[in-house]
């Protein structure tokens, strides 16, 4: 039985230098692929234009969602003093509305995913483009955007964003 451990312990021992000396050749780089989403000129250009492009729309919303309001605080103001016909009628009323809302709102919130989803496939096309010509130049071997621990020597997040800047003016 120790003999068996004493051979499991040098094959570990010896795939743990053979991969010590490959880990030292080799040219690893992390990115932050949220703080290119967020910080960069084409994550930005791509957010103004959705707020311009869909602003009208959420007005509207935001005027029909106040005009609910109201008509429900008026409803509630003016419901004891009404029939239980004009009760009903403006209760159906208010249901009519709201529906009408409730899909204006789920559209609008489709529309927008839609659109922002393009515009950020647009982001992540420039900084793909961006990472290999710097994987490139700078001779990395990887580059990953996702790790349970970096050490922030290899983030190279700033460099990716920067030449993102750099293209988009």
Same mark, same amino acid.
């Given at each position: 039985?120790?003999?068996?451990?004493?051979?499991?312990?040098?094959?570990?021992?010896?795939?743990?230098?053979?991969?010590?000396? $490959?880990?030292?050749?080799?040219?690893?780089?992390?990115?932050?692929?949220?703080?290119?989403?967020?910080?960069?000129? +084409?994550?930005?250009?791509?957010?103004?234009?959705?707020?311009?492009?869909?602003?009208?729309?959420?007005?509207?919303?935001?005027?029909?969602?106040?005009?609910?309001?109201?008509?429900?605080?008026?409803?509630?103001?003016?419901? +004891?003093?009404?029939?239980?016909?004009?009760?009903?009628?403006?209760?159906?009323?208010?249901?009519?509305?709201?529906?009408?809302?409730?899909?204006?709102?789920?559209?609008?919130?489709?529309?927008?995913?839609?659109?922002?989803?393009?515009?950020?496939?647009?982001? $992540?096309?420039?900084?793909?483009?961006?990472?290999?010509?710097?994987?490139?130049?700078?001779? $990395?071997?990887?580059?990953?955007?996702?790790?349970? $621990?970096?050490? +922030?020597?290899?983030?190279?997040?700033?460099?990716?964003?920067?030449?993102?800047?750099?293209?988009?003016?």
């Amino acid at each position: 039985m120790t003999k068996l451990k004493t051979i499991w312990a040098s094959g570990l021992l010896c795939m743990a230098l053979v991969s010590g000396a $490959y880990a030292q050749e080799s040219r690893i780089a992390f990115i932050n692929s949220q703080r290119i989403t967020s910080e960069s000129a +084409p994550a930005k250009a791509a957010t103004a234009k959705l707020e311009t492009e869909f602003s009208k729309r959420q007005k509207e919303l935001t005027d029909l969602q106040s005009t609910l309001k109201s008509f429900s605080e008026k409803f509630e103001r003016d419901a +004891p003093t009404m029939t239980e016909s004009q009760r009903a009628a403006k209760q159906k009323e208010f249901v009519e509305q709201n529906r009408d809302f409730q899909r204006k709102k789920r559209e609008f919130d489709e529309d927008l995913n839609g659109r922002r989803n393009e515009e950020l496939q647009q982001v $992540y096309e420039k900084a793909t483009k961006a990472i290999r010509q710097l994987a490139e130049s700078e001779k $990395y071997d990887l580059v990953v955007q996702e790790a349970v $621990y970096f050490n +922030p020597k290899i983030d190279i997040t700033d460099k990716v964003i920067k030449i993102l800047n750099a293209g988009a003016k």
